[in-house]
């Protein structure tokens, strides 16, 4: 009786906070790692910035499965964008889903963007507008993400082919080389104009 007794008496019932603090640690730990994960809807503003930001949260919240980090990405892009890379979605490689996912939706949505924005452009012209100031102007049009020989590419085919031709003598210039080249020709240009007007209308 005394031994039963001294057992029951020495066996040590698990701790009822310690249980607590127990499932409360392992709850946190899991709930934590969601409420670091804060990232915005997915826009096609600037996908590598993007991801940059959702790389920055899931490294620090230590996140290093692919699957997981393949779902972050899949759970916050909506249905437009979601198509763009429906075929990666329905059926995902083995290995290196995050990069893949990743890769082909910047791809892709680089190419439509040019596409977009070259329709867009292709309709603007030089006007009365040096072209350094057309330039801007397309500039302000395509937006900050477009890639700077994309847009020395549409700016040259818009102008007048006399600069065109003089531009294209200069192939290893920079943008801003080429858009004081293009200004100063221009201006010579209009100057001659400007002459060859006035001679025409003196009186003999």
Same mark, same amino acid.
């Given at each position: 009786m005394s ?6 008496t020495?066996?040590?019932?698990p701790?009822?906070?310690?249980t ?8 946190v ?10 990232? #915005?809807?997915f ?7 993007? /991801?940059?930001?959702?790389?920055g949260?899931?490294d620090?919240a230590g ?5 997981t980090? /393949?779902?972050?990405?899949t759970?916050?892009l909506?249905?437009? /964008?979601?198509? =763009?890379?429906?075929?990666?979605i =329905?059926? #995902?490689?083995?290995?290196n ?8 939706? =910047?791809k892709?949505?680089?190419a439509?963007?040019e ?10 012209e030089?006007?009365?507008r ?5 330039a801007?102007h ?5 937006g ?5 020989? /994309? ?5 040259c085919?818009r102008?007048?082919?006399?600069v065109?031709t003089v531009?294209?003598?200069q192939?290893s210039?920079s943008?801003?080389q080429?858009l004081?080249l ?5 201006? =010579?240009?209009?100057a001659?104009d ?7 209308g003196s009186?003999?």
């Open positions: 031994d039963s007794s001294a057992d029951s020495n066996t040590k019932r701790d009822g906070h310690v607590k603090r127990a499932k409360k640690k392992v709850g730990s899991s709930d934590d790692v969601g409420k670091r994960i804060k990232v #915005p809807m826009s096609s503003e600037d996908p590598e910035l993007w /991801f940059a930001l959702l790389e949260q899931l620090s996140i290093t499965d692919d699957q980090r /393949f779902a972050h990405v759970n916050n909506d249905i437009t /964008f979601a198509k =763009i890379v429906k075929d990666i =329905i059926n #995902p490689p083995s290995l889903r995050y990069e893949k996912v990743k890769t082909e939706l =910047i892709r949505l680089s439509s963007h596409v977009r924005v070259r329709q867009l452009l292709m309709h603007e030089l006007g009365d040096k072209p350094s100031q057309f801007r397309l500039q302000d049009l395509a900050s993400n477009i890639p700077e020989e /994309f847009l020395k590419t549409i700016w085919s102008l007048p082919k006399h065109q531009l294209a003598t192939p210039q943008l801003d080429l004081d293009a200004d100063r020709v221009h201006e =010579i240009t209009a001659k400007v002459a060859a007007t006035i001679t025409s009186p003999v």
